[in-house]
């Protein structure tokens, strides 16, 4: 049996203006926004808490947001977030930046470790005094689609397959799934071996003691560890897309296996796992091929329709603009994405699919389907110098300042030199 066709009528549920399916860190960003704008807003999360990779991914980081001279560029819902998780949790915050933008220069980093639980319950907090309707467990399965245009999204649940109707679309699974079902175009990425873990130690225990901090009481372990770059990925374990459940499922028990040999060699009453991620740790699945691709050739550049200025969370200085054609597709009029499925290539997708860009680009789609819906518009056709203007007000910086950029533009990205032409 090559194929098969599967028919079912299936029950109509409550209709939305905006269904959001997948509640990382860039839906929640996006429905927040919505709801925020007065529409209803359904956000459909296939696990039982909030954040992806941010919280259930154990990711709990929020890279720099600063240009590494001790200027802010990552604000809107990033900033708010950052600040949120710090009053519940860790603080790890530089003195520097303890109390915002530092009056003079520095060259610490304004970023933040935080409790990945503590910040999935804020975030569902967040999400529901917003007023967005939130369903735990259930699978946005696919878009039903009327010659092109998303008419509702079929959802998979303990009540079985059902059908919520709704105007307009923010696939935020991270991996572009009901997008790419529908038929946008995509491009899929590679993945390393990487799976890291919350432990307990001993160790870790008196260290938070004598701190008085339980931060210090907790410590990461990795199966196959590989960094973003792939340096030292071994030549016998595959680069995964992580878009078939044959390749979630090995890189799975790949990782899951080299973790249980790298504990087992430990003294057992030393250390205990406490938390394992519950969602695969890839970084770059699948993302839309937009109407436009970021790259790092936009290093410095300007765009007229950018949604968020961001700098790179590894290097200094190098500033970038993520325009809003970026997350859209012409002609798939009622759709869009956000976070770490946006259109954006080598490691200009790495530097946008990060929690505060992320969370940023959310925000931004949240903002263009709020004004698509008030003029029944194509995602395409919306009018970008007032979705700008709603961002700006809700604290987004949309350009960065000139004086910001350096004499010295050259680029070099992990030893390669990626520096920008034709656009200074
Ligand atoms: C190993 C690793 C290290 C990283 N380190 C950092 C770091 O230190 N700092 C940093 O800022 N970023 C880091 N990142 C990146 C960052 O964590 C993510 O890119 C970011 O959190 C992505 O957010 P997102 O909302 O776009 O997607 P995701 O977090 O992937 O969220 C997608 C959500 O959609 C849900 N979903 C998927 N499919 C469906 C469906 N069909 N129906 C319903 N729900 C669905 C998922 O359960 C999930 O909740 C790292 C990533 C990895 C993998």
Redesign the pocket.
């Known amino acids: 049996m090559d194929t098969y066709t599967f028919t079912k009528k299936l029950n109509v549920k409550k209709s939305y203006d905006a269904i959001v399916?997948?509640?990382?860190?860039?839906?929640?960003a996006s429905a927040v926004t919505i709801a925020k704008n007065g529409k209803s807003v359904l956000l459909?999360?296939?696990?039982n808490l909030?954040?992806?990779?941010?919280t259930?991914?154990l990711?709990n980081?929020?890279?720099p947001m600063c240009n590494g001279r001790g200027k802010q560029i990552i604000f809107g819902l990033a900033e708010k977030w950052l600040r949120d998780s710090e009053k519940l949790s860790y603080n790890t915050i530089a003195p520097t930046w303890q109390k915002g933008q530092p009056s003079s220069y520095t060259e610490d980093r304004y970023m933040q470790f935080y409790s990945p639980n503590i910040f999935a319950l804020q975030l569902l907090d967040e999400v529901v005094s917003s007023g967005v309707d939130v369903l735990y467990d259930?699978?946005?399965?696919e878009p039903i689609t009327e010659a092109g245009v998303v008419k509702g999204v079929v959802t998979d649940s303990k009540s079985g397959l059902e059908v919520y109707p709704c105007k307009y679309l923010v696939d935020?699974?991270?991996?572009s799934?009901?997008l790419r079902r529908m038929g946008v175009p995509v491009v899929k990425g590679e993945?390393f071996y990487?799976y890291?873990v919350k432990m307990l130690t001993l160790d870790g225990l008196q260290k938070g003691i004598d701190k008085n901090d339980v931060y210090y009481a907790i410590s990461a372990e990795c199966g196959g560890g590989i960094n973003?770059y792939g340096d030292n990925q071994p030549p016998n374990v595959p680069k995964w897309s992580g878009t078939t459940v044959e390749e979630v499922t090995d890189y799975l028990i790949r990782n899951q296996l080299v973790l249980l040999d790298k504990i087992s060699k430990t003294p057992k009453n030393s250390r205990d796992i406490i938390t394992l991620p519950t969602?695969p740790?890839?970084?770059t699945t699948c993302r839309i091929d937009g109407d436009y691709t970021f790259s790092v050739k936009d290093c410095y550049r300007h765009f007229d329709d950018s949604v968020c200025a961001i700098n790179d969370?590894d290097h200094k200085d190098y500033l970038y603009e993520v325009p809003y054609r970026s997350l859209i597709k012409t002609g798939f009029d009622n759709v869009i994405t956000?976070?770490?499925?946006i259109s954006a290539s080598g490691y200009g997708w790495d530097l946008v699919?990060?929690?505060?860009p992320?969370i940023l680009t959310?925000q931004a789609s949240g903002e263009a389907v709020s004004l698509a819906l008030d003029k029944g518009l194509a995602l395409s056709k919306v009018d970008v110098k007032k979705m700008q203007s709603n961002l700006e007000k809700a604290n987004v910086m949309i350009h960065f300042p000139d004086e910001y950029v350096p004499e010295d533009k050259t680029v070099v990205i992990h030893g390669k030199n990626q520096t920008p032409t034709g656009h200074f």
């Open positions: 399916v997948g509640g990382g860190v860039a839906g929640c459909i999360e296939k696990t909030l954040g992806g990779l941010a259930i991914g990711i980081l929020f890279v259930c699978i946005g399965v935020t699974t991270g991996d799934d009901l993945n990487s890291f973003l969602m740790q890839f970084r969370f956000a976070g770490r499925s699919r990060v929690i505060p992320a959310g």
